[in-house]
């Protein structure tokens, strides 16, 4: 029973992108599969002319999640209506048991959720990793999609950074 434990302990939550409107189709090719896999829903009314109409919309389009071992990524990766698994600076994505809860909460009681992927004037940041690990600051202006500037606390200097060299978390929006 130990051995399944660790087993278990050593998979991770991966995340699957899929082509606009495939989630259903890649989550439900996981479970044929035997995968152990999530796929958040929440209902969401839709105004037609004359008509409302409750529907089941994704909580987050286009990711479905499944938690697998790294190793066996290659087995997935090319899943009717999925794009690729999701990276960060060459690494595969994943969520922690507990994040996924949290989305099971959120898609439990109705909450709206929008994914935030662009930095916008006003955020606040902690850098993570790299020289300016630690270093808080607020995103002050973007000069093209691929820099931001960061005001901190470094003898009121701007940074500038190349967003995708940028490993931080959102303090305060």
């Given at each position: 029973?130990?051995?399944?434990?660790?087993?278990?302990?050593?998979?991770?939550?991966?995340?699957?992108?899929?082509?606009?409107?495939k989630e259903t189709?890649?989550?439900?090719?996981?479970?044929?599969q035997g995968v152990e896999a999530k796929f958040f829903r929440q209902e969401s009314l839709i105004c037609r002319k004359n008509f409302y109409k409750k529907v089941l919309k994704p909580l987050i389009s286009n990711y479905v999640f499944v938690h697998i071992f790294e190793k066996d990524i290659y087995k997935y990766q090319?899943?009717?209506?999925?794009?690729?698994?999701?990276?960060?600076?060459n690494t595969f994505g994943y969520l922690t048991s507990s994040e996924i809860n949290f989305l099971e909460t959120l898609?439990?009681?109705?909450y709206q959720v929008s994914l935030c992927d662009k930095l916008v004037d006003g955020i606040k940041i902690e850098i993570t990793q790299g020289v300016f690990k630690g270093v808080l600051g607020f995103v002050r202006t973007k000069s093209s999609s691929k820099e931001i500037y960061?005001?901190?606390?470094?003898?009121?200097?701007?940074?500038?950074?190349?967003n995708e060299n940028l490993i931080f978390r959102i303090i305060e929006s």
């Open positions: 029973m130990k051995d399944k434990e660790k087993h278990r302990a050593d998979k991770k939550w991966f995340i699957i992108c899929t082509k606009p409107r189709l890649v989550f439900n090719e996981l479970l044929n090319y899943l009717p209506g999925s794009v690729k698994f999701l990276q960060f600076n898609s439990r009681h109705n960061i005001d901190c606390s470094l003898q009121n200097m701007a940074i500038l950074i190349r």
